[in-house]
Nanobody
Framework: QVQLVESGGGLVQPGGSLRLSCAAS????????MGWYRQAPGKQRELVAAITRGGSTNYGDSAKGRFTISRDNAKNAVYLQMNSLKPEDTAVYYC?????????WGQGTQVTVSS
C-alpha cells in the first residue's frame, strides 16, 4: 500500500519559515520523481516544486528564490524548505510521487501565513 504522509505545516507569520516533510512508503522511492503542489481555497492545484530521480529541480514561479526542494533516498523522504513566506502562500500543500504516468498523492498539510 502506497502512503505519502506530509508533516510540518502550521501557522506562521509573514516573513517566517517552515519546512515540510513527506515520508513515502510502499514504493521504490528512488524510482520516483517527487513534487510539492498546493491548493488554496477557490483555486486550482498548482506546482510548487519538483525534483527528479537524479536530483534536478524545478520550481513554480511563486516559489523561485524562496523555496527549496530536496530529497533523501535513504530515508524515503522529500522536503520543502519555505522561507520568506507570504500570506498568498496560504494553502494545503500536497506531496506527489510520479513515475511513468502513475501518480500518488498525500493527504495534504495546511500552511497558513498570517499575522
Amino acid at each position: 500500500q502506497v502512503q505519502l504522509v506530509e508533516s510540518g505545516g502550521g501557522l506562521v507569520q509573514p516573513g517566517g519559515s517552515l519546512r515540510l516533510s513527506c515520508a513515502a512508503s510502499g514504493i521504490i522511492f528512488s524510482f520516483y520523481a517527487m513534487g510539492w503542489y498546493r491548493q488554496a481555497p477557490g483555486k486550482q492545484r498548482e506546482l510548487v516544486a519538483a525534483i527528479t530521480r537524479g536530483g534536478s529541480t524545478n520550481y513554480g514561479d511563486s516559489a523561485k528564490g524562496r523555496f527549496t526542494i530536496s530529497r533523501d533516498n535513504a530515508k524515503n523522504a522529500v522536503y520543502l524548505q519555505m522561507n520568506s513566506l507570504k500570506p498568498e502562500d496560504t494553502a494545503v500543500y500536497y506531496c506527489n510521487a510520479g513515475v511513468a504516468g502513475t501518480n500518488y498523492w498525500g493527504q495534504g498539510t495546511q500552511v497558513t501565513v498570517s499575522s
